[in-house]
């Protein structure tokens, strides 16, 4: 099979926390025609480099109007969060209406979302893999070039880290860690999962309707630590956890009927998932060789994470 460039490439979700970083590494790349779709009501900044062009569709996002918006589009990334799992049915199906070649779904997954226990806990996981299976449905008909990839990276690390996911608390120098913290899970910085991407689009033939998985590095919580104390120069403070009891805990808060407690619920298991059953080494579609990509440092990567941290505290 040859390699059909995918050149004409659609982010959705461009000024998001993964999507602003996709975006760069497309623009960076010097060789795709990129384009960002935005609601029209959206509230976020559309400063974008002069070489991206915004396409424009009604909140709504129907598949008739997305399916003319992205006519003309080779390859179509959805960046943005599955709180409304159908917006992304609708998204691959006019994305297969309008010719594009290629869709890359919304996973960028902590713990592979089709795995059963991610799908046993969390809608989120549910939405997930219904949006990965519309996409293998579509590309299984015949005669057709529409075909998808799913990037499964971890944890955000280098966001994850420093925003509460990863259950690190900078300013109280604390870390939970699950299980005696041994376990290896894969975990990936932003700019990784943006260059994965960007190789996915690169390596057509290769990556097609295939979950490929991804990763920075693949420590144990106690390296992190130990990296943590390391760059910082001082001792953290551990809180052991046995994931069995946090695990059914963070169940019951799921049906609170307070929204914040709920959200806070779902992180607390999705920190669990990607900590304990995310070592994407052991798995077959384990690409990194495939996308011609190495790991990361983790005292490199811990390094700059501190020094942002720092470089705040002080603006503060
Ligand atoms: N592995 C991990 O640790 C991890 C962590 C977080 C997220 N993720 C995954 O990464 C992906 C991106 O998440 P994120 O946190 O980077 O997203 P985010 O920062 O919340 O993204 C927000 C962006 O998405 C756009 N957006 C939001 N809802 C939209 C909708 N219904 N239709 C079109 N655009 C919409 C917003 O655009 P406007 O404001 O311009 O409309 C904004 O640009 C998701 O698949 C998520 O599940 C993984």
Known sequence: MTQTPLQKVCLIGANGTLGSVILRALVDANSFDVSVLQRSNSSSSTTFDPSVTRLVADPDLAVDELTQVLKGQ???????????????????????NAGVKRFIP???????ASDAEPQKYLPLYRK???????????????????????LVCGHFFDHGLRDGLLHFNFDTRTAQILDGGAIRAST???????????RILERPVETRNRALYVQSFNPTQLEIVAALEKAMGEKWHIQHVDSKPYLED???????DDEK?????????????????????KRDGFAMELLGLKDESLEDVVNEVVAAYRAETLSA
């Open 74 to 96: 080779d390859a179509v990334i959805a960046a943005f969060p599955l709180g409304q799992g159908d917006q992304h049915l609708r998204l691959v199906e006019a994305s297969f």
């Open 106 to 112: 919304a996973d960028f997954g902590s713990c592979d």
């Open 128 to 150: 997930k893999t219904a949006v990965r299976e519309k996409c293998e449905a579509l590309a299984a008909q015949d005669g057709t070039g529409f075909s998808w990839t799913t």
């Open 188 to 198: 990936s910085t932003l700019r990784r999962i943006a260059e994965a991407t960007v």
């Open 250 to 256: 963070a169940q019951k808060r799921l049906s609170s």
């Open 261 to 281: 407690a709920v959200l806070i619920a779902i992180e607390d298991i999705v920190f669990v998932l990607g900590a304990l059953d995310a070592d994407w080494t």
